[in-house]
């Protein structure tokens, strides 16, 4: 059961502002003429959009797992991890899934050559950046407590450690 509430946190979540909104903000665009330019192997845009849209995809889609594994949960706000996730890219940065979703964005306004994905792009980071502090963490500082706020002081929001960080504390995940 757990495996199908993930996959629809999935679709709703990320799908929604990798797929949906970009589809909609390029629906009686040219931009799908433009991707059609850009898919020679002689182009360095198509190459840069591309690496930026599997790069975050791929981090995406390592967050996303790591929250089923290690979590055992998902990445929506309503059927939320049971423990605190300090693995991975989560041991550099304290929001990698943004970072992901992000960095793929950004894929896909550079593969389109389209202002409004940029500046979807923009937008996303810009509620993200409010919705953590304001909402996200505060609900992670009741359910995880001092291991939560341990993490926070030694792991950033959005700048990446240039080292992992590992917890003293074995018990902590």
Same mark, same amino acid.
């Not at 909104?21 to 931009?31: H, I």
């Not at 937008?123 to 502090?133: D, I």
């Given at each position: 059961? =757990? ?9 709703? =979540?990320?799908?929604?502002?990798? @797929? ?13 003429? !433009? ?15 591309? $690496? ?7 981090? $995406?889609?390592?967050? @996303?797992?790591? &929250?089923? +594994? ?22 550099? @940065?304290?929001?990698?899934?943004? !970072?992901?979703?992000? !960095? ?17 792009? $923009? ?20 359910? &995880? ?17 240039? +080292? ?10």
């Amino acid at each position: 059961m =757990l495996i199908v509430r993930a996959l629809i946190s999935i679709a709703v =979540l990320p799908g929604t502002a990798i @797929v949906l909104v970009p589809a909609w903000l390029l629906s009686g665009s040219d931009s799908a003429e !433009t991707a059609t330019r850009l898919w020679r192997a002689s182009d360095p845009l198509f190459w840069s959009a591309l $690496l930026l849209l599997v790069a975050g995809l791929s981090l $995406l889609a390592w967050t @996303v797992s790591l &929250f089923f +594994r290690r979590g055992r949960g998902t990445l929506a706000p309503w059927d939320p991890p049971e423990h605190l996730v300090i693995a991975g890219p989560y041991r550099f @940065v304290r929001n990698p899934m943004i !970072t992901g979703v992000v !960095t793929a964005l950004a894929g896909e306004a550079l593969l389109f050559e389209s202002v409004s994905l940029a500046a979807w792009s $923009l937008v996303f980071f810009a509620v993200s950046a409010l919705y953590f502090p304001l909402a996200e963490e505060p609900g992670l500082r009741r359910r &995880f407590g001092e291991a939560y706020a341990l993490y926070c002081a030694n792991v950033p929001r959005w700048l990446p450690r240039i +080292r992992p960080w590992f917890p003293s504390d074995r018990s902590v995940p």
